[in-house]
């Protein structure tokens, strides 16, 4: 009897033990393996990971650098992102970018480095590629050595992102994105407009005044008591837009600056 | 020593007899001064004079007969499901119990009264107390109407008895068919109903179909009763009640079905020399599950469903203390618990279903005490004092209610406690051996509803807005009085009500300009709020005479109702005078009754709320029946004719105006076993 009871003590102590021993999150669970590649001279290889396969419009990536001697995770290292697309149009080549919300530290957050990039457009053609040129400078070593990541982006439905002109001829590139899925009551909301310098070049647009109104297009309503976008930083504007039920929503969006008013929308549902 | 002590009990208790007598006659006319209690024939034939007019015939339903009553009207949606009101007051102002339980409608709206859960055929009475007399049942401002369930008869002699009813009614093609059965052996006894009721549209007073007025209705009850000993029983009740596809022609959807499941056990002791004179305790438990149905309907608009559920549990002991002194104590401990839900899911065409909570999971928890004391002041006058305190929580239970909510700016899901306090005082003073007078005055407060409370864009078809719960608001409370006087000699009686309210906090929807409807079509938003006031009332009267030996009875009752806000403007759904007269020659088993029933014009109308000038009208209905009494039964034929001349007529409370039934033939046999 008291070889039972000691038994079971043990039984407990170990279940006890196993539950701490999961204490430290799996850095890459929930995440999926987009694309790797090795950074040339810097012995590093560079793994892209995100939630979700990659859509145009606002994607939230991680970059994972191992050490491609020791298998290491590497931890600290100075990253430059630039988006390339690629493109083969009757035998003329062109190639663009898009923004890119670049890593905020040069310290990994349980060794991944997020950023973000806004796709304008889908890559996963021969003739249209989209790719990654990671730019690495790592903790103690002298050299930069870049990786470069052959990406697949899918459109999205209904489209993330929209690219507008304004009368004064800017070219503005504008996403959204939810922090946490969208859901009924209030979600907090991430609207980022970028505005194109030129092909290879897009820079935040910190000076528009944003209005966000959400609306059931097929019942003609709103909802109550959002909170307007307002600039926050990287390009990002942060607003809160309250859903009072499931089902198919727009969000109309009205972009001010020096009196011009332009708009768009972004139709979701949930 | 045992004789001689036994002989002394038999003395005194002869002594107290003769002024016992007297005293039960004053007790029975305060009953009728400060209840209005109305007895329902079933298997046995009600001794009370006037269950002939409240009850028009034996297949009457439960709200034919509540809209005879004085100081009872319906708001009309459809042909059934209409919502008592009770001197003005209506959903959360009154409390509607059955049996004394507590159950709650599941329809976010208010297609689901808990009236209609109930047949005359299962019921013994219907007890109304108005205001203040009635706290007993629950924190109330406006009163409670307590539909109290029929029991089933230990009777030896009569081992099975049982009634049988078939009947037609022509407006609606309309088949109802009612059984009830008793069994009984020496120590308990069984008794059994069943009512299937089915209508098809029914015919207006201008010959028009009336589209969505159909209905079909079984419900079917079982109730138990075991006799523990010469004092106590014990008592289990089950009821049953399954609607379906039953129209509201003055909304936009119809009810595809509405259930209800009711259940209880009782244990009850009575025992007149006993400290403990009387003794009841029960526990329930009852559930509710209701759904809208569109698909009937025109197409065009989005489909929707619309389900909700509401389930409660509880019990209460009372008791009655043997008097001491100038006290008779009444004393009532409750609780109960009740949870609901409804949920909307919008099918457009071309997109995402749609859902939201239109009622989030949210639940009430209320306990309560109640205290009565009848002070027998003299020979001439009593003094009754009631009083009651209860304690209700409540609180939103799921998350996505919750952030549905937040958007609005409210936290829901922290419980909100309320102390509800009830006190009535009421006289009564017996002027002569044929006057009474009885006065009654309280303060009484009530809790808002889960629709004031958490409704979320609950369309209202009358104004035609979209209505949002405010879980901030304040209790009602209002300040009752009235007067009534009892005229009672062998064969008249005539008893006149004269009684207003003051509520303050007064809950009414108020447009929010900042909201945007969700309703396509709808004309706003209105959110519940406290108004500073309002002021109900009116005046009610009753007379029963017996003439010719009892060959020709006439009744005649009016009710007669007033009630404006604290800036004057008229609250909606106030019924204008109304005025029934009927005369009833009997003789041995013949009877003919005609019935005159009118109702002024309403001008008094609130047009922020839809209400429109309802004009006035008078009916004349015209009954008769003959009954043969075979060897041990009775086989009775009634026939007669509602609306005789075909009046083309809507209620003030009938939201829409949609026009009720013209002429109705209906025909009916009775056999009693």
């Not at chain 2, 009532?332 to 989030?360: G, H, I, Q």
Request: glycine share 8%; aromatic share 10%.
């Amino acid at each position: 009897m008291k070889k039972l009871y000691a038994f079971a003590f043990l039984l407990v102590i170990f279940a006890a033990c196993k539950k701490d021993g999961n204490a430290v999150p799996d850095p890459k669970e929930g995440l999926q393996k987009i694309s790797e590649a090795y950074a040339p001279g810097i012995s590093t290889k560079v793994e892209l990971w995100a939630k979700n396969g990659l859509s145009t419009g606002y994607n939230q990536l991680f970059v994972i650098l191992y050490d491609s001697v020791s298998n290491q995770a590497v931890t600290k290292a100075v990253i430059k992102i630039l988006p390339v697309m690629n493109m083969e149009m009757n035998g003329m080549h062109m190639s663009h970018s898009t923004p890119c919300v670049q890593p905020e530290s040069d310290l990994a957050e349980n060794t991944l480095f997020p950023f973000a990039a806004v796709f304008t457009m889908a890559g996963n053609t021969e003739q249209n590629k989209w790719s990654f040129e990671i730019s690495i400078k790592r903790d103690g070593q002298t050299k930069t050595g870049i990786a470069r990541l052959g990406i697949k982006v899918g459109p999205s439905s209904p489209e993330r992102v929209k690219m507008l002109t304004t009368a004064e001829g800017d070219k503005l590139v504008v996403a959204y994105f939810f922090p946490i899925s969208p859901k009924i009551g209030i979600n907090e909301l991430e609207i980022i407009v970028y505005r194109q310098q030129n092909l290879m070049s897009f820079v935040p647009a910190e000076d528009y005044l944003l209005a966000s109104t959400p609306e059931m297009p097929a019942m003609g309503h709103g909802s109550p008591n959002n909170v307007d976008p307002a600039y926050a930083k990287n390009g990002g504007y942060r607003g809160k837009v309250n859903f009072t039920m499931t089902g198919d929503w727009r969000i109309n969006l009205e972009l001010t600056r020096s009196g011009q008013k332009i708009t768009t929308f972004f139709d979701l549902s949930f | 020593m045992w004789h001689f002590f036994s002989f002394t009990t038999a003395i005194v208790m002869f002594l107290s007899t003769s002024a016992a007598m007297a005293q039960a006659r004053q007790d029975s006319v305060i009953r009728e001064l400060s209840l209005k209690e109305v007895q329902i024939h079933t298997i046995k034939k009600s001794k009370q004079p006037r269950t002939a007019f409240y009850q028009s015939s034996m297949l009457a339903s439960t709200e034919d007969i509540l809209a005879r009553i004085e100081g009872v009207n319906l708001i009309r949606r459809g042909p059934v499901g209409m919502e008592p009101v009770l001197r003005g007051f209506s959903a959360g102002q009154i409390n509607v119990v059955i049996d004394g339980m507590r159950i709650f409608g599941a329809c976010t709206d208010k297609m689901d009264p808990v009236t209609i859960y109930t047949e005359p055929v299962n019921l013994k009475s219907i007890d109304i107390r108005y205001g203040g007399d009635g706290s007993g049942m629950g924190a109330t401002i406006g009163g409670t109407l307590n539909l109290k369930l029929a029991d089933a008869l230990i009777d030896s002699n009569a081992r099975f008895t049982g009634s049988l009813a078939s009947g037609y009614y022509s407006a609606a093609t309309a088949v109802q068919n009612v059984l009830a059965m008793n069994y009984s052996e020496k120590r308990w006894a069984i008794r059994f109903s069943g009512v299937y009721r089915k209508g098809g549209d029914y015919l207006d007073g201008e010959n028009k179909r009336v589209n969505f007025s159909q209905y079909g209705k079984l419900n079917t009850s079982v109730s138990g009763k075991y006799s523990l000993n010469k004092n106590s029983v014990i008592k289990a009740d089950l009821l049953f009640d399954d609607g379906w596809n039953i129209g509201f022609p003055a909304l936009p959807m119809d009810v595809g079905y509405a259930k209800a499941r009711i259940g209880s056990v009782t244990y009850e002791r009575n025992d007149p020399v006993a400290f403990l004179q009387a003794l009841e305790a029960k526990i329930y438990a009852n559930s509710v599950r209701h759904a809208m149905d569109d698909t009937h309907r025109p197409a065009g608009t989005i489909h929707m469903d619309m389900p909700g559920q509401s389930h409660t549990a509880g019990a209460f002991l009372q008791f009655r203390l043997r008097s001491s002194g100038k006290h008779t104590i009444r004393a009532k401990t409750d609780f109960y618990y009740n949870s609901v839900r409804a949920e909307m899911t919008m099918y457009p065409p071309d997109a995402a279903a749609m859902f939201m909570l239109t009622w989030p999971n949210n639940h009430q928890m209320v306990a309560g005490i109640f205290v009565e004391d009848e002070m027998y002041v003299s020979d001439k006058s009593r003094l009754g004092l009631k009083l009651r305190v209860e304690v209700a929580q409540a609180k939103v239970t799921d998350d996505v209610g919750a952030q549905q909510f937040s958007i609005m700016g409210y936290d829901v899901q922290r419980p909100v406690n309320r102390i509800l306090k009830n006190a009535n005082i009421s006289y009564t003073r017996f002027l002569s051996s044929v006057l009474t007078v009885y006065l009654s005055t309280g303060f009484n407060e009530r809790s808002p509803t889960t629709s004031e409370r958490y409704g979320f864009y609950l369309f209202n078809q009358l104004d035609n807005h979209d209505y949002m719960g405010n879980p901030l608001l304040k209790n009602e409370q209002a300040w009752n009085a009235e007067c009534n006087l009892l005229y009672a000699t062998k064969n008249l009686s005539w008893k006149l009500s004269v009684f207003g309210s003051r509520v303050g906090n007064y809950i009414v929807g108020r447009t929010q300009s900042g909201l945007s409807v969700m309703t396509a079509g709808a004309s706003g938003v209105r959110a519940y709020q406290n108004i500073p006031s309002a002021t109900l009332f009116g005046a009610e009267s009753s007379v029963n005479y017996q003439i010719l030996n009892k060959h020709l009875i006439i009744n005649n009752t009016w009710k007669w109702l007033q009630a404006k806000d604290n800036e004057d403007t008229p609250l909606p759904l106030i019924s204008p005078l109304k005025i029934m007269t009927s005369i009833r020659f009997q003789h041995r088993t013949l009877f003919f009754q005609a019935e005159s029933e009118i109702s002024t014009k309403q001008d008094q109308i609130n047009s922020d709320f839809g209400e429109t000038f309802s004009p006035g009208y008078m009916l004349l209905h015209i009954r008769s029946g003959y009954g043969f009494i075979l060897k041990k039964n009775r086989l009775d034929f009634s026939a007669g004719i509602e609306n005789l001349f075909n009046k083309a007529y809507a209620d003030h409370l009938d939201w829409g105006a949609t026009l009720r039934p013209g002429r109705n033939i209906y025909g009916l046999i009775t056999l009693k076993f």
